[in-house]
């Protein structure tokens, strides 16, 4: 079974290489989510920051909105 199949969260790397975003734009985005507690669910433990998969992926499935194009 492959790590990403068994992580039931997204690390920072692995949100900015889905979204295709840069490293200080992906902290952005997701410092933005907590704050807002949406579309998604954003966990912070320190300056770390964990992403559970399930509502990551429901947002992705769902069209993933503007709140990205906010930060441009």
């Known amino acids: 079974m492959h790590d990403q199949e068994i992580k ?3 690390e920072v790397s692995d949100i900015q290489k889905i979204l295709g975003l840069g490293r200080s734009k992906t ?9 807002n507690k949406k579309p998604f669910y954003v966990i ?10 399930l509502s990551f992926d429901k947002w992705v499935e ?11």
């Open 44 to 53: 912070k433990i320190g300056k770390l920051y964990k992403v559970p998969k």
């Open 27 to 35: 902290y952005d985005f997701l410092e933005e989510v907590y704050k």
């Open 8 to 10: 039931k969260v997204y």
């Open 62 to 72: 769902n069209g993933m909105c503007d709140e990205i194009n906010t930060l441009n």
